[in-house]
């Protein structure tokens, strides 16, 4: 398995707009190289990789010390490398030109950003991601629904609309009789008899309006698109004529896994073939759960787990470690610019709308609330749960 | 005119057979408190700016109907509209691979200016989302501008927005008070004045101060929102939740998208190896500030909390606490809600271990530490004192407090 590890050299809050270089592996980062040894094993390898100017790199060092085998740092003159735009672009990329099954990344780098590098990559790459990774390992092929995958769009389609049509019937029968019988209606029922009992047949939001937003894509259109249930009487959902729209839709949702990208920001390339499967652990919330779903993946990682320690041989291999960094130069395989023009536009993050409203900015010199004493502190614990309630 | 979509979070939802045929489901949905906090935020946002307010509801079948069904909460909870899609890959908990054609699936429909997401689901989907829409992304918290802990600047030459803003924020019961000319308001008179009255007498700040926990600045949403880019935004946490009274808000039905095509299983696990601070909801950290005694008193104090307990760097390295418990560099990194700092300073390498959304209380001696600029609350006192008392209060019974208040 070719596993991927994304390491930014770690900053830290900038002094003066000038961010802070920091010394040694964000935990996060760190995580995912452990992670990233485990999966490779013995057969796999296991790719340290970086965009951006050469500065530091002794952040190779650490990814050689913890078990990467090649270290790869993109390279390319006219890229603007705050701008998480231009590096995902860069990143994706390169991936796809060193090849990958996972890729696996911090689930922040260093406080720096939102977390948003992993995810971002992933959508360019066109393959799913999980943030909050605590473990990963291979999963039998058994442990994945398949047969619920392979449904064929015009098959869904047309049970969706039979199952509109057989709550319209539902609806009607019951508007009859003015009760429900014995099961308890749904909402939607509720919805339609409250729009019959007021004379209000309205479909909320036209059916038209929105033709022209449609991107044609993976949320495409197998059934009208806002068929409210209180659409107007017998008509009104019986036109869910899904069978032509639904081949027409299958025609551009069958032969990709994941929802369709408008065009420019579309992936370098559609993962179409599962690879083997993945368990991966991740925290959501206050639960821990384990998804099994096939590779290729983005993985980003959360470092709240003891990985195995630098031992001692390795963390002085570091000190002293001159890592050989492969450069891979991007701009000449590039010759029609697309990895780089500027129709590739990520969102800005936070951090960098900074920029943008300065006007408006304060600076926080201090934001904690001093209490005066104990009992105060204690109050403030109990508002944030941490205590319980006073007994 | 603008439309604010806030993404609702189901806790896990029961389904159960509708009907004869055993294939039509409904399903009973609770929001999790989280997305009730989000929808809070959305309305007061909405309010202000005039903004129609979708609740984005991602469902496996449809909601049942009863006394306080979905619907119903979400109205009272400030919804103007729900935006209810099912498939049944939406059961929850919504990841990226389930969630994701939904949630563009309403972006797609009623083009946002603003979504708000709870977490977790905003940590697997905001990013992406924000890809999509080309929007400005960030996991932060809104606050009222009024209330922010220090004045927020005068916003310059924004007046303009903020006047529009407000007369749309007082505009008459029923004159479209939603702006969205497209979605008159229904005939239902019964309800409707009720709705459009009270949320546009809702006290809604001038306006939203984000903060920015990395460079310890705030700016304004309105600013934000006066430019042509959305906004995605993943709140942290659950927070203040009110409710407007009895409501319905209109539903719209967005097509379900196709059926994912990740093929994908999730199940919970109960991995206690995995290690107790990957799950811990508050985590107690030691620094120099602490001998090796109050280190044990700390552990004592972790224990009656439930709270694991880590160290800074430099209390590693003076050996109080073992190597393996370091929070920072090389060393582990911290997600809970709440972080409890005993007597550390707060190196960078040690706050970049933190997560964003972790609110930190500071203890510290030393008034001009730096963790005092990044925690939440702060007491400047011996750190060990306050451990003492804080484990009179949440252990009074053990026998060892006393021996250690004796120190």
Not at chain 1, 177 to 182: K, P
Not at chain 2, 225 to 230: D, E, M, V
Request: negative net charge; hydrophobic residues 40%.
């Amino acid at each position: 398995m070719r596993v991927v590890v994304l390491i930014q050299a770690p900053r830290g809050a900038p002094a003066d707009d000038e961010p802070r270089k920091l010394d040694g592996l964000p935990p996060c980062e760190r995580a995912a190289l452990a992670l990233a040894s485990k999966l490779a094993g013995d057969e796999g390898s296991v790719t340290a990789l970086t965009a951006g100017p050469r500065e530091d790199e002794r952040v190779f060092a650490h990814a050689r010390a913890l078990g990467a085998s090649r270290c790869v740092r993109v390279t390319e003159t006219a890229v603007d490398w705050d701008n998480l735009d231009s590096v995902s672009a860069l990143l994706a990329q390169a991936l796809e030109e060193i090849g990958f099954d996972v890729v696996l990344a911090g689930d922040r780098s260093a406080n720096w950003s939102s977390g948003m590098t992993g995810p971002v990559v992933a959508h360019r790459l066109g393959v799913p991601h999980l943030r909050c990774v605590i473990d990963v390992e291979h999963a039998p092929a058994a442990d994945l629904p398949l047969e619920t995958v392979q449904t064929d769009d015009e098959n869904a389609a047309l049970e969706h609309g039979r199952a509109f049509e057989a709550r319209q019937d539902t609806i009607d029968s019951s508007d009859d009789d003015g009760g429900f019988g014995d099961e308890e209606p749904t909402v939607a029922d509720n919805i339609a008899l409250r729009a019959s009992r007021s004379g209000e047949h309205r479909a909320v939001g036209g059916h038209d309006d929105d033709d022209d937003e449609d991107d044609g894509g993976g949320d495409g259109d197998a059934l009208s698109p806002t068929d409210t249930v209180a659409d107007d009487g017998a008509g009104g959902l019986a036109h869910v004529d899904t069978g032509e729209q639904a081949l027409a839709s299958g025609k551009t949702v069958a032969s990709m896994n994941m929802p369709t990208l408008p065009p420019d920001t579309a992936s370098l390339r559609q993962h179409t073939t599962a690879g083997p499967p993945l368990a991966v652990s991740v925290q959501h919330g206050a639960r821990l759960l384990r998804v099994t779903l096939p590779s290729p993946l983005v993985l980003t990682a959360l470092g709240c787990r003891p990985y195995e320690a630098l031992t001692t041989e390795a963390a002085a291999a570091v000190a002293q470690a001159e890592p050989s960094v492969e450069l891979l130069d991007l701009s000449d395989a590039d010759a029609d610019g697309s990895a780089t023009s500027t129709t590739l536009r990520a969102p800005k993050t936070l951090a960098s709308a900074i920029a943008d409203v300065r006007p408006s900015l304060s600076r926080i010199e201090r934001r904690a609330e001093i209490v005066a004493d104990v009992p105060a502190l204690i109050g403030k614990l109990r508002a944030l749960g941490v205590l319980g309630p006073a007994s | 005119m603008a439309n604010i979509l806030v993404f609702i979070e189901l806790e896990q939802a029961d389904t159960a057979p509708d009907g004869g045929d055993g294939e039509e489901r409904i399903v009973r949905a609770r929001a999790s408190e989280a997305s009730l906090h989000a929808l809070w935020v959305g309305r007061r946002v909405a309010s202000q700016l005039g903004a129609t307010l979708y609740a984005m509801l991602p469902c496996v079948a449809p909601p049942c109907y009863g006394e306080d069904d979905i619907i119903a909460v979400l109205s009272r909870h400030g919804a103007d509209k729900v935006v209810l899609t099912t498939s049944p890959s939406l059961a929850p908990p919504a990841l990226y691979a389930t969630h994701a054609e939904a949630t563009f699936a309403a972006c797609d429909r009623f083009p946002p200016q603003l979504v708000l997401f709870p977490q977790p689901a905003g940590r697997e989907l905001g990013p992406r989302v924000a890809f999509k829409l080309r929007a400005r992304y960030g996991e932060t918290e809104l606050c009222d501008a009024s209330q922010a802990s220090a004045p927020p600047p005068p916003a310059p030459a924004a007046d303009a927005g903020d006047d529009d803003a407000e007369t749309s924020l007082h505009r008459a019961p029923g004159a479209g008070a939603s702006g969205n000319g497209a979605d008159a308001p229904p005939s239902d008179t019964t309800t409707q004045p009720l709705r459009r009255s009270t949320t546009a007498t809702i006290d809604a700040p001038r306006d939203f101060v984000i903060e920015h926990d990395v460079f310890r600045r705030r700016f304004l949403l309105s600013e934000l929102l006066a430019r042509p880019q959305p906004l995605v935004l993943t709140l942290h946490g659950s927070g203040e939740v009110q409710t407007l009274g009895a409501d319905e808000a209109e539903v719209v039905v967005v097509q379900a998208p196709s059926e994912s095509a990740v093929p994908l299983s999730v199940s919970e696990v109960e991995a206690p190896e995995l290690g107790s601070l990957v799950l811990a909801k508050t985590v107690l950290g030691g620094g120099t500030g602490l001998d090796a005694d109050a280190f044990a008193r700390l552990e004592q104090l972790g224990a009656a909390l439930g709270a694991p307990v880590v160290a800074s760097e430099e209390a590693c390295a003076a050996g109080h606490a073992p190597r393996e418990r370091c929070v920072g560099f090389g060393g582990l990194c911290v997600d809970a809600d709440v972080y409890l700092a005993f007597g550390i300073a707060g190196s960078e390498e040690h706050l970049a271990a933190l997560a964003p959304h972790t609110r930190i209380v500071a203890v510290n001696s030393d008034e001009d530490a730096p963790i005092f600029e990044v925690a939440h609350v702060g007491i400047v006192s011996d750190p060990r004192a306050v451990i003492d008392e804080l484990l009179a209060t949440a252990a009074p019974d053990a026998p060892s407090s006393a021996a250690a208040e004796g120190d």
